[in-house]
């Protein structure tokens, strides 16, 4: 893998991440197959990214003609393997289940060539568990992407135990490349940025529950007194609170600490249907 090939991307899953990864990296130059089981929410995400890029016109960020060129690089797909066989990375973007994601790659390293980079956008999950049942496991890579894609500079590229550095190296020329800017970790729980994201917007949720300020007040000292661009309970909003849970139970159990016991109101409104920005309600109203 020294001499890195990056003309044939291939996303699995048309979600929000999946899409954003598929825009970005098709207006770097890369061919794209977005891939999803359900044809129809490969489509609906294809028009999705139209619709993206529409806006993206209007404010004057992307021309008329490299919204179209970036369309026509971005294939919808329900074939797996017919899209692994020629694949050059792939970033899978699928929900955060490791029993999903460790089929998945025992698949992908079967399937794809013998250079392709097998990323995996994971915000928590174990890299070398990821890579337990692939038979390509050293070529088995984090590539924690953040949302809005399009517009968040970083990814986090996770080295498990068992991934080259060779993986390494095209993970962060890969980035480079997307126009990003990388940093490296170790494979650990929570990683870098979930591990303290988690917990700051763990703690948010606490204060609201003990009436200490409201959800808007304690986003805005966030975001006046230290800077940050959004507060963590609109970030909460905007992740998910279903994934905020699944994330603060697996970091609970992984690391022990009670730091990361998800408290009550966070289990109540997911149970609620309460998922921020998805579902129209979360620590905010959003319509529906």
């Known amino acids: 893998m020294t001499n890195f090939s990056f003309d044939h991307v291939l996303v699995l899953g048309a979600g929000t991440m999946g899409r954003g990864i598929a825009q970005v990296a098709a207006a770097t130059g890369s061919h794209v197959t977005l891939l999803d089981n359900d044809e129809a929410r490969a489509k609906a995400a294809h028009d999705g990214i139209a619709s993206s890029l529409e806006r993206a016109v209007a404010r004057g960020k992307v021309g008329a003609d490299e919204r179209t060129r970036i369309l026509a690089a971005i294939r919808p797909s ?145 975001k006046l007194g230290y800077r940050h661009p959004m507060g963590p309970l609109e970030l909460t909003d905007l992740v998910g609170l279903d994934v905020r849970l699944a994330i603060a139970e697996h970091l609970h159990r992984e690391l022990g600490s009670e730091t990361f016991r998800p408290p009550e109101i966070l289990r109540r409104m997911v149970a609620e249907g309460r998922l921020g920005k998805k579902s129209g309600k979360g620590f905010y109203d959003h319509g529906t």
């Open 78 to 222: 329900t074939d797996l393997d017919g899209a692994a066989k020629d694949a050059d990375v792939v970033v899978e973007a699928v929900p955060e289940k490791i029993e999903i994601k460790r089929a998945l790659f025992a698949r992908l390293g079967k399937t794809c060539p013998s250079h392709t980079l097998l990323g995996s956008n994971t915000s928590s999950l174990s890299i070398a568990s990821i890579a337990q049942d692939c038979p390509a496991a050293e070529r088995v890579i984090g590539l924690h992407f953040f949302n809005p894609v399009p517009a968040m500079a970083l990814i986090e590229i996770v080295h498990g135990r068992q991934t080259a550095q060779a993986s390494v190296d095209a993970a962060v020329a890969f980035a480079l490349r997307l126009g990003k800017d990388p940093i490296l970790v170790r494979d650990s729980p929570g990683f870098a940025t979930s591990r303290l994201g988690v917990l700051l917007g763990l703690e948010a949720m606490r204060m609201v529950e003990e009436e200490v300020a409201s959800a808007a007040d304690i986003d805005k000292a966030m």
